[in-house]
């Protein structure tokens, strides 16, 4: 099968996300990252044949749910997992053991998107002079999961990451990869040799697209967002950009990164949400976690 076709598509891709990147505020480039890093997380899980949708992940990581396996043994699976349960229900509950490691994805992929001078355990560039998103897709598709052949490694994806971003990507926002639509993922795992590298490719190019369309919602969040004042008590300019850099924020996270009373952050937090620039994302009535919300 042809590669040249998926090949220029996900370079333009790319080249288009990277360039939207650049040209954002610096808390909706940081945002960016840190959503894209847990949709990447979300997808190597799907791929792996178990779906967990971003922001549960992004909870989970937060402190603010805790074990699914306890959950499910207590009958408050959807406690734990919100979105996930209310959209498509588990047939059996997420090891603890696999949302670890999609976790640690997560948090190496954004490591690898924030910090020019890391590079994962193992990378190595190998010689040659195609281009770098082909060498990283065929160091990906030759590299697969340890005692799993049919799955795309976690592993071997960073590697990819960190070649195409040393041969020449800018690394913002990073290379995506799995948050490409569950089908392609799914049909990742059944490509025979010929069509791997081109579907990876093709993967890559709508996982970018994805990326465009969540960096678009930030900045009209952003947009949104300017247009709160501040009063003697909530510091609406610093808290709206705190929500933009962080995918799931407390009250707690934003009385600590704005050093203002608990009061004033829920103050911030309520005036956020009656704007529509956050949504609640547990459904509790206590403890909760705001994300930004989509635009009504």
Same mark, same amino acid.
């Given at each position: ?5 998926? @090949? ?8 288009? @996300? ?23 997380? $979300? ?23 805790? $074990? ?112 490409? &639509? ?5 049909? @990742?795992?059944?490509? &025979? ?63 600590? $990164? ?39």
């Amino acid at each position: 099968m042809d590669t040249l076709s998926p @090949l220029l598509s996900a370079q333009d891709a790319l080249a288009r @996300l990277e360039a939207s990147t650049e040209a954002a505020l610096p808390e909706v480039r940081e945002g960016l990252i840190a959503r894209l890093a847990f949709r990447e997380a $979300s997808g190597w899980l799907a791929h792996h044949g178990t779906w967990i949708h971003p922001v549960d992940l992004l909870l989970r990581d937060a402190g603010v749910t805790g $074990s699914y396996g306890a959950a499910e043994l207590g009958m408050r699976l959807p406690s734990v997992l919100p979105l996930t349960t209310a959209s498509a229900p588990p047939e059996d509950p997420p090891e603890d053991r696999d949302v670890a490691a999609a976790l640690a994805h997560a948090r190496q992929w954004r490591r690898l998107a924030e910090s020019r001078g890391w590079a994962p355990e193992g990378a190595i560039a190998p010689a040659g002079d195609e281009p770098a998103l082909l060498a990283a897709v065929q160091l990906l598709a030759e590299s697969p999961e340890e005692g799993r052949g049919d799955r795309l490694s976690s592993a071997s994806a960073l590697r990819a990451a960190w070649l195409w971003r040393e041969r020449g990507g800018t690394g913002h926002p990073g290379l995506p990869i799995f948050s490409a &639509p569950i089908q392609q993922l799914h049909r @990742l795992a059944l490509a &025979p040799r010929a069509t791997l590298i081109p579907g990876l490719l093709e993967a890559i190019a709508e996982a970018a697209r994805q990326a465009r369309r969540e960096l678009n919602r930030l900045n009209g969040a952003a947009t949104r967002g300017a247009g709160l004042k501040s009063t003697a008590r909530a510091r609406l300019p610093e808290a709206v950009a705190e929500a933009l850099r962080r995918p799931v924020l407390t009250a707690r996270m934003l009385a600590g $990164s704005l050093r203002i009373s608990a009061r004033a952050a829920h103050d911030a937090i309520d005036r956020m949400e009656a704007a529509g620039l956050l949504r609640e994302a547990t459904g509790r009535s206590s403890w909760r976690a705001f994300v930004v919300a989509e635009r009504r």
